[in-house]
């Protein structure tokens, strides 16, 4: 949400107006990149909450998703929601009454954004409006009918889960090595953990309990929300002892596990990496693999637990997903594992 410039000593936020759609900029005036995202946060509301928004008709759609997105500023989909809420509003038109938008209506809206997005873009743009239309006839008594959303989810084409093999993963490394040092350890660590890109990055030391082997994530580091405990591997451990050795050489002020050195006229300061978008895609491309993103890794580590026959259950806990349908993607290499397995038997029969 927030990102460093450099020429400022001071996290940045881009934010989208929710009522007016322009995309705002500036300083947060501060340094430590979770205080940075807090500010952006307060900015996304400020901005919901201007004059302007006060002129809406009450029962207006502008109203109807400046109510609901008051009500989620700090949880995780608010930042989906102010690049969706633009969308509607540009579409429908902002004092449009909601009680006039009809099933056809969200028809025809679909229908024009498959023209440019996919299906599941479409789906969180017409999503919000549906939770939007739910949270105001629940909490703030509108007096609204059927939501036109209702049974308007569109399908979804069922993507490919591309992961590594061993010697994939030995040769992405190793091209991580000579392209960007500093982000072989992240890339192991996620092989190792399956945790998310934002869960790694914005690790912090004192949630490295060596003493338990743990990785602890807080509610404010997961996708859904939900606090987790990482089981922490020999090779993660070593991965970690490594990096706590390179934090006491180089910066033994900054707390977070990845970072990068920003020299200063007086000292060395360990920034956090924010992305490893370039580096990656870099290491994929000489280690010629196709299609590798970040994620790649998560569903590396499910896939290789799935392989060693490691229950489906226990990966959800592991890689924090909300449903065994989201871990049930991965089974597929444990299935193929035992085809492989009986297609080595030989006939007993002629």
Known sequence: ??????????????????????????????????????????????????KRCELLPGSSLGQMILLYMQSTEN??????????????LGYFGRETLVDTIKPSDITKYQKDRLKSVCP?????????F?????????????????????????????????????????????????????TVDLVDLALQTGCRKKELLS???????????????REEDTKTSQPRT?????????????????????CPDTPWVFFHIRRTRNREIGDQITDVKRSIKTAAERAGLDGVTFHTLRHTCASWLAQQGVASLTIRDVLGHASVKMTDRYMHSERQSLHDAVATLGPVSQ
């Open 1 to 50: 949400m927030s990102y460093k410039r450099s020429d400022s000593a001071y996290y940045w936020g881009g934010f989208i107006d929710p009522i007016s759609g322009k995309r705002i900029r500036r300083s947060t005036g501060k340094t430590k990149k979770r205080e940075a995202n807090a500010v952006v946060r307060q900015w996304q509301v400020a901005a919901a909450d201007s």
């Open 75 to 88: 949880k995780p989909s608010g930042d989906r929601d102010a690049y969706s809420a633009p969308h509607l």
């Open 120 to 128: 599941g873009t479409v789906n969180k743009e017409t999503g919000l």
């Open 130 to 182: 549906s939770v939007a239309f739910n949270f105001v006839k629940r909490e703030e008594d509108w007096h609204l009918g059927i939501n036109p959303c209702e049974g308007k989810r569109l399908a979804e084409p069922r993507t490919k889960v591309n992961f590594l093999s061993y010697e994939d993963a030995a040769r992405m490394i190793a091209a991580v090595d000579e392209a960007a040092p500093h």
């Open 203 to 217: 690790l912090e030391w004192t949630r490295v309990d060596f003493g338990n082997e743990e990785i602890v994530l």
């Open 230 to 250: 990482v089981p922490m591997n020999q090779a993660a451990r070593r991965i970690l002892v490594r990096r706590a050795g390179l934090r006491s050489e180089l």
